[in-house]
DNA sequence: CTGAAAGCGCTAACAT
DNA sequence: ATGTTAGCGCTTTCAG
């Protein structure tokens, strides 16, 4: 591996000089500087990252925390802050956490014991909000993304979207195509991070004056096979159902699946909507009609955040950006309600 | 942020006590051992990774460059490397080129310049095979991940698979099947990473004696819109064809989508086999047939490969390391061929 | 058993 | 314009 000091030695100047020259530091004579340049080509030298971050006290990368980088999502997500990153001089380290507490307690440890500057941490249904406020207390720069509820903000730096919203505008166009009999499959705990979106949809509902019985709502991951299968326990029980709010695509997809194995014919049969739009989404037949989180947007704001934290005061308060609402896709996995099926 | 001096100052001890307890070398008094521990949990002193690196020389991470996070099969295989780079101590800095080569040196420059102790490179369309074998030459460990034709290796440590085998079972699948008109949806250039898939079919087929004229053969990307696009097309000059191979799975949701698009029923009229059996090749409906791929095995053997070629002399020859062969996955979308469509 | 000292590769004052 | 010096946080001989 070579070294500052080597190609300083081939260039005949010293380690300093080298350091000018690459950094655009100082003042440094034309006639010296190609000889260091050609120094540096001749060996194929490249600065070692490392060593600068260590005296500089700063590395060059940020991490980003995700629970299950099998959740097509966090690829999606990681795709954007991996580029916001970039832009400002930054690699990504990508962690996943497996929803193990374990594994994410290990990698906060090493990303927040310098091996990068901060870290991103996705929201999830498990999320240890102690750990990462013992985390921040000890200095490392820590940003929450995606926290569902900026009316009810978190104890840490976060970017928020109001996915409560999501839930409205999910029910009003359900509700607008006429459907009376709905259904939800929720992709976390009753007690969950999905439980806004829920909520959202809920008090949509009631305030049409449209019933939803506790058990027209199935709980479950966020997951293509327990929306699945929520969805095929919900259609056992309550076959009048004729459309259906799932609080993320994936379960969406779940829902999709199960109509087709009981051979409904969506949307005439059923109607679905789900929550973020994933690529698969569109691509989808029938092509999902969603409610859009603006990811790309929170992906920028968090690692603008997270470089505004890298400078604040252990002390301040933690502060929110808000990303811009979601939005309603519509496409043709909802329709109008016919009578209901039965 | 805490260091380890201060640790040892809390500890009334040297720095070199303090490491030594942490790092279980040399003969540490059991009192003060114990001293130490107290101190460390006080002041919840985590080592400074970096600085670590830096003294042994050898970072704690391994990076993995992919072209694009967005194509699912990187976010299923990155997970597999993280699993194996973990299980050895190794955090995994995923790099992502974006196809772009200016993008993709920098990422190596960056990560060959000691962010990281090697780097897997997974094979893909475009990558540079030069800027590899320089990079390796320098004394980065470098493996080429997913090389496709293990009887003509690269001039580089390699994990292969025998994708020419895929198209070959592939063939043979829908031959048994009855298949006799027959089309190709390729997922690169024809002088790309494909090639071999396309070889393995095409040698297959001709070798029954079935016609497969240039103009069934559509070349593209390896995206879901080109494999529509490419189907759409190709059924449009050649609607008598009953079986397509697309040669990975994303360009074969792209022909199931021009099918339903163009109103035809999968199996019945058409059907479809892919490559790869990404997650969201079972979880369609119908369901994808087709030739997976040992992912699994792959990442395991590339952390492999990876470590030794740490240990290795920079002149020693590429190593290629072979996993096992792909196998068919039958599902729903292929099906016994009825007379052609036409 | 524990401390002192050197040094990993680099940068940032401060000298010259 | 270039060199000298010190030191980032840690590990590792080598003494005591």
Redesign the interface.
């Given at each position: 591996?070579?070294t500052l000091v080597q190609v300083a030695q081939v260039a005949g100047v010293t380690a300093a000089t080298v350091s000018n020259v690459l950094r655009g530091r100082g003042k440094v004579g034309e006639e010296t500087r190609r000889r260091v340049l050609a120094a540096v080509e001749s060996l194929?030298y490249?600065?070692?990252?490392?060593?600068r971050?260590?005296v500089e006290g700063k590395?060059?990368?940020i991490a980003l925390v995700v629970s299950s980088?099998?959740n097509?999502f966090?690829?999606?997500f990681?795709?954007q802050v991996?580029r916001a990153a970039?832009k400002l001089g930054y690699?990504?380290?990508?962690?996943?956490t497996n929803d193990d507490p374990a594994?994410e307690r290990a990698?906060l440890?090493?990303v927040?014991?310098?091996?990068s500057q901060g870290v991103i941490v996705m929201n999830a249904d498990f999320v240890q909000l102690k750990a990462l406020q013992?985390l921040r207390q000890?200095?490392v720069p820590v940003v929450l993304c995606m926290w569902e509820r900026p009316q009810e903000p978190p104890p840490l730096p976060c970017v928020a979207v109001d996915l409560y919203q999501a839930g409205v505008l999910a029910a009003e166009h359900l509700l607008r195509l006429g459907h009376r009999s709905l259904g939800a499959v929720v992709g976390s705990e009753p007690s969950g991070n999905h439980r806004w979106r829920l909520q959202g949809f809920m008090d949509t509902v009631e305030r049409a004056g449209v019933e939803l019985p506790a058990d027209h709502i199935r709980f479950g991951h966020d997951t293509?096979d327990d929306g699945r299968n929520a969805a095929h326990s919900l259609l056992a029980t309550t076959p009048s159902i004729t459309a259906v709010f799932a609080t993320n695509d994936l379960p969406a997809?779940g829902v999709?699946?199960a109509a087709?194995?009981l051979g409904l014919e969506v949307p005439r049969d059923l109607s679905v909507v789900g929550v973020t739009d994933i690529?698969?989404a569109h691509?989808m037949?029938p092509a999902l009609t969603t409610v859009a989180v603006p990811t790309e947007e929170a992906a920028a704001l968090a690692v603008q955040l997270l470089l505004s934290e890298i400078t604040a005061q252990p002390g301040d308060a933690a502060p929110m950006q808000v990303a811009k609402a979601p939005r309603l896709v519509v496409r043709s996995s909802t329709g109008k309600a016919l009578e209901s099926r039965r």
């Open positions: 591996m070579t194929g490249r600065p070692n990252l490392m060593a971050a260590l590395p060059s990368t980088i099998a097509p966090y690829p999606e990681a795709l991996e970039r690699f990504l380290l990508v962690c996943n594994q990698y440890d090493a927040g014991g310098a091996l013992e000890r200095g293509i997809f999709l699946q087709a194995d690529q698969m691509q037949r």
